[in-house]
């Protein structure tokens, strides 16, 4: 047996092309859908009587028609699993061969995921095309994994599967087709040999294999074993002549030793001895508690446009998600290189492979080749213990059914053995699909807002449903800014996916396609020059949220794993951990703290309240308290790491620039096993008696046996009594938002006068006559306010940068120029529209602003109105809080209530 990769020179379309690669390299339309040629040539040397040649494909997108010397020899439709064609009919020894290629990729849409799509046979959301047309457009067509010449005897094998247990039996399942003797050797992780079985087959053979002082494959330690495995004839077919590199092995793993003659066929195999099992809500690996950290990889490679990075690119990717926490990765809608599972196994990474399935239209032609496609891609994954988990689609709606689903995931769970199937990642219910799982474990896609995650974490919970693991297939994006200027210092030198030219960047299926506007638009709103000053905020936000969200979803029993949103930025999201130039955007050690196999987490005591009669959650601001105050957090370990140990913790509390004020410890506590989420101890201690507001730090090192975590929670303290040396308020409050004001300010009158600051919650004819005619208000601006501003809809958390402007008005409230947890009281989910002021009555001045990571569109939170002689200010900001699990009322909320008080003295000095 022998090979040799076809390097070329490869043409299309009359241009030298590289293979692998794809043809959109070459200049040909991003959105031309073929059918294009590709050509070259090539030979195949000696071949011994009964040998037979094939052409083995790495990989084609979509559909193909394979021609030698212009007689078809073979097709095939899937653009992400290899394929054998048999041209030995069509070759001859020692002869050069034109080998022809005709690929068509799936038809682009046109404008969105539901627009139409350009001509083609083959529509996108017919085909298996995964994700990657609504990432960046289109996806890519051609050869785009290595082309091979194979030279075999006479018995080949189809389909050879290998696995093994932490007991040390091995197995090895071969398709072969004819008689021959088969030999298998199985060799451990050091190269030595373990056994060597030889047995004549007829057909299909199956091997045990017992091995002593078995070293079993886990993320910490990935010991592989290798299966090889050659079927031998005696009719005088030979490799003698092998023409391979020369090398142990081949790019694929095949191995080339020289095997004498009458050697037909060998495959090579590493087998890694592990066994994975669902208990109850705990996934366990070799009988030890497993947690799935995982980054989401859409298959994204911008300078490619295809999805075969280089070996040493992948390597480098993989080892970064280590030194960030995560101990896998989710394929999302895409299939990689084989080599991609290879250097996860042997890196122990774990892998979450989801089918190419997204908003299909399923066809007579997708639904005969989704079970086609499954079961070859399901083969290449399952010899791999790093892949763990699967998922048939993702997000899948009511169009895909009981018909499709329930087949799919019994032939799924019939190839993978222990691995976890599901039938749809982020479940019917939430995708308005099969209410009828067919599932493993429970899925969640959950992107929130933070003041909304715990009580939507409460919604989706298992609770009654069977024991399941409960993993989130996907969460915790958070788009940072993307300064177009570090990509080029013009237009003409950044990439394509910002040009306006639709002939160079059709949108195709992208719904987000805003790019190329960013900049026009942020040189309109003042902001283009500022770039460097918005990304610097937010990234620091998203650090935030992605912090409080996994440490929200840690500290619970009943949370199995997750898969963070996502690997690198993209040009329909810059919600990746590094950006489009490779970079990381946050600090490991940083990221680590709340990312890693044993997290310190906080709790916070529970109150209840009387309302309407009866009991509601009482929900204060846990990070904000007012001088005198006692706060009592409760220090919490989730571990799910390697050791059993006794506990041991310490902790500090300090003001900024200050020596801690408070301290304390704890151990040797009760021993904590792995798998185990629980309360160490109270971190209780009492404010200071602050006179300004002042940032403090509470900072946490607890050790399980040998391992060690470390975490900071940033605090907010403030002034006891704020309101007390603020002047005469006039409240205007019909809907009681914030009635609570008249418990804290000492003088609130219900006329409106020129003397004092009005809080109004509705924005009504007399008000405006009176600040037209010298009063001065505040407008806490909602849906039901009638605001001046018109107002629309839009997170405060995702996908914005805010950015906190310089004004009289914010005094001495604390703040870093960015919105940390002292925002999170008042976060709003209205933002004021300030692109067109007619009827406004003066110039504007803002406070809090936001831009649109995505869009680059200007919006505000709060800004300040000089209206006729008076003065004005409109925000949004929920000072009443009340908001999922915002403080309930003005009085609880501590910074919002601050906040408040500023800019009613800032007004009361106007």
């Given at each position: 047996m022998r090979n040799a990769v076809l390097t070329g020179p490869w043409e299309v379309a009359g241009r030298p092309v590289e293979v692998p690669g794809c043809w959109e390299d070459t200049g040909i339309a991003k959105d031309a859908p073929g059918p294009f040629d590709y050509r070259t040539t090539f030979d195949v040397g000696g071949l011994a009587a009964s040998d037979r040649v094939w052409l083995r494909f790495g990989a084609v997108s979509y559909a193909c028609e394979v021609f030698v010397d212009g007689q078809e020899v073979g097709r095939h439709i899937g653009m992400w699993d290899a394929f054998d064609v048999e041209v030995t009919s069509a070759v001859d020894a020692g002869g050069t061969h034109e080998l022809l290629v005709r690929v068509e990729k799936p038809a682009s849409l046109t404008a969105g995921p539901d627009s139409p799509a350009v001509p083609g046979r083959y529509p996108t959301r017919e085909t298996l095309a995964g994700f990657l047309p609504y990432v960046w457009g289109h996806v890519h067509g051609g050869i785009w994994q290595d082309v091979e010449v194979v030279v075999t005897g006479p018995v080949v094998f189809g389909d050879v599967t290998a696995w093994g247990t932490p007991a040390g039996e091995v197995t090895i399942a071969a398709e072969v087709s004819g008689a021959s003797t088969v030999k298998v050797t199985l060799t451990d992780p050091t190269g030595g040999v373990v056994s060597e079985v030889v047995r004549r087959v007829e057909h299909d053979a199956v091997f045990s294999i017992g091995v002593d002082d078995p070293q079993p494959w886990s993320p910490d330690d990935p010991r592989l074993y290798t299966v090889h495995i050659a079927a031998h004839t005696d009719d005088g077919s030979s490799d003698d002549d092998d023409s391979s590199d020369g090398d142990d092995s081949d790019e694929d793993g095949s191995s080339s030793d020289d095997g004498g003659r009458g050697r037909s066929d060998e495959r090579t195999l590493r087998v890694g001895l592990r066994e994975l099992a669902a208990h109850g809500s705990e996934l366990r690996l070799n009988g030890d508690p497993l947690y799935p950290r995982m980054l989401l990889s859409w298959g994204l490679y911008p300078d490619l446009l295809h999805a075969a990075p280089s070996r040493d690119r992948v390597r480098a990717d993989l080892e970064r998600l280590r030194e960030l926490g995560f101990n896998g990765v989710k394929l999302c809608l895409w299939f990689p290189p084989t080599y991609y599972f290879d250097i996860a196994d042997e890196l122990g990474l774990l892998v979450w492979v989801e089918l190419p399935m997204w908003l299909p239209h399923p066809t007579e032609h997708f639904r005969t080749q989704l079970?086609?496609?499954?079961?070859?891609?399901?083969?290449?994954?399952?010899?791999?213990?790093?892949?763990?988990?699967?998922?048939?689609?993702?997000?899948?709606?009511?169009?895909?059914?009981?018909?499709?689903?329930?087949?799919?995931?019994?032939?799924?769970?019939?190839?993978?053995?222990?691995?976890?199937?599901?039938?749809?990642?982020?479940?019917?219910?939430?995708?308005?699909?099969?209410?009828?799982?067919?599932?493993?474990?429970?899925?969640?896609?959950?992107?929130?807002?933070?003041?909304?995650?715990?009580?939507?974490?409460?919604?989706?919970?298992?609770?009654?449903?069977?024991?399941?693991?409960?993993?989130?297939?996907?969460?915790?994006?958070?788009?940072?800014?993307?300064?177009?200027?570090?990509?080029?210092?013009?237009?003409?030198?950044?990439?394509?996916?910002?040009?306006?030219?639709?002939?160079?960047?059709?949108?195709?299926?992208?719904?987000?396609?805003?790019?190329?506007?960013?900049?026009?638009?942020?040189?309109?709103?003042?902001?283009?020059?500022?770039?460097?000053?918005?990304?610097?905020?937010?990234?620091?936000?998203?650090?935030?949220?992605?912090?409080?969200?996994?440490?929200?979803?840690?500290?619970?029993?009943?949370?199995?794993?997750?898969?963070?949103?996502?690997?690198?930025?993209?040009?329909?999201?810059?919600?990746?951990?590094?950006?489009?130039?490779?970079?990381?955007?946050?600090?490991?050690?940083?990221?680590?703290?709340?990312?890693?196999?044993?997290?310190?987490?906080?709790?916070?005591?529970?109150?209840?309240?009387?309302?309407?009669?009866?009991?509601?959650?009482?929900?204060?601001?846990?990070?904000?308290?007012?001088?005198?105050?006692?706060?009592?957090?409760?220090?919490?370990?989730?571990?799910?790491?390697?050791?059993?140990?006794?506990?041991?913790?310490?902790?500090?509390?300090?003001?900024?620039?200050?020596?801690?004020?408070?301290?304390?410890?704890?151990?040797?506590?009760?021993?904590?096993?792995?798998?185990?989420?629980?309360?160490?101890?109270?971190?209780?201690?009492?404010?200071?008696?602050?006179?300004?507001?002042?940032?403090?730090?509470?900072?946490?090192?607890?050790?399980?046996?040998?391992?060690?975590?470390?975490?900071?929670?940033?605090?907010?303290?403030?002034?006891?009594?704020?309101?007390?040396?603020?002047?005469?308020?006039?409240?205007?409050?019909?809907?009681?938002?914030?009635?609570?004001?008249?418990?804290?300010?000492?003088?609130?009158?219900?006329?409106?006068?020129?003397?004092?600051?009005?809080?109004?919650?509705?924005?009504?004819?007399?008000?405006?006559?009176?600040?037209?005619?010298?009063?001065?208000?505040?407008?806490?601006?909602?849906?039901?306010?009638?605001?001046?501003?018109?107002?629309?809809?839009?997170?405060?958390?995702?996908e914005a940068v805010k950015v906190i402007e310089p004004h009289e008005a914010w005094d001495d409230f604390p703040h870093e120029g960015w919105t940390d947890l002292q925002f999170a009281g008042c976060a709003p989910d209205l933002a004021i529209d300030t692109s067109d002021t007619c009827g406004v009555a003066g110039p504007m001045r803002p406070l809090l602003r936001r831009i649109d990571a995505r869009t680059a569109h200007l919006h505000d939170y709060a800004t300040e109105i000089a209206w006729g002689k008076g003065r004005l200010i409109v925000s949004t900001l929920r000072f009443e809080g009340s908001r999922g699990d915002q403080p309930r009322g003005l009085a609880r909320n501590t910074a919002a209530s601050y906040l408040l008080s500023r800019f009613v003295s800032f007004l009361q000095m106007r």
């Open positions: 079970p086609a496609e499954t079961d070859r891609l399901v083969r290449m994954a399952r010899n791999h213990p790093s892949v763990i988990l699967y998922t048939l689609g993702c997000e899948l709606s009511a169009v895909i059914g009981d018909d499709v689903l329930a087949p799919l995931y019994a032939h799924v769970k019939g190839l993978v053995r222990d691995a976890l199937v599901r039938d749809n990642s982020g479940s019917g219910e939430a995708y308005g699909g099969l209410l009828t799982e067919y599932a493993d474990f429970y899925d969640h896609h959950l992107y929130c807002e933070l003041q909304h995650f715990r009580e939507t974490l409460e919604h989706f919970a298992p609770g009654w449903r069977d024991a399941k693991p409960w993993l989130f297939g996907e969460f915790c994006d958070l788009d940072t800014f993307r300064d177009l200027r570090r990509l080029g210092a013009v237009a003409a030198d950044r990439p394509w996916w910002t040009h306006g030219d639709p002939a160079v960047n059709p949108q195709g299926a992208r719904w987000q396609y805003d790019v190329q506007a960013h900049e026009e638009r942020l040189r309109r709103n003042g902001f283009w020059d500022r770039g460097a000053e918005l990304e610097a905020i937010s990234r620091q936000q998203a650090l935030l949220h992605r912090k409080v969200t996994l440490e929200a979803v840690r500290i619970r029993h009943d949370t199995s794993g997750y898969v963070v949103t996502g690997e690198r930025d993209t040009p329909i999201s810059t919600a990746g951990l590094w950006d489009d130039l490779g970079e990381l955007k946050v600090d490991p050690a940083e990221f680590r703290a709340f990312n890693s196999d044993l997290v310190a987490c906080v709790g916070w005591d529970r109150r209840r309240t009387w309302r309407a009669g009866g009991d509601r959650p009482a929900y204060g601001d846990p990070w904000c308290h007012e001088a005198g105050a006692v706060v009592r957090p409760h220090l919490v370990l989730a571990h799910h790491g390697r050791d059993s140990a006794p506990v041991w913790a310490e902790w500090t509390v300090a003001l900024d620039g200050s020596d801690p004020f408070t301290s304390g410890s704890h151990g040797p506590g009760e021993r904590l096993r792995p798998g185990t989420v629980r309360e160490v101890c109270v971190a209780a201690f009492e404010v200071p008696d602050v006179r300004t507001p002042r940032q403090a730090t509470l900072r946490v090192r607890a050790w399980v046996g040998g391992e060690l975590t470390s975490n900071t929670w940033r605090f907010w303290f403030f002034p006891h009594s704020p309101w007390a040396e603020v002047g005469p308020v006039v409240l205007d409050d019909p809907g009681g938002r914030v009635a609570d004001l008249r418990a804290l300010a000492p003088a609130v009158a219900d006329t409106l006068t020129t003397e004092a600051v009005t809080v109004a919650t509705r924005w009504t004819p007399d008000l405006a006559h009176a600040v037209e005619n010298g009063a001065r208000a505040i407008l806490l601006a909602d849906e039901a306010s009638d605001s001046p501003l018109p107002l629309v809809p839009m997170p405060f958390w995702r």
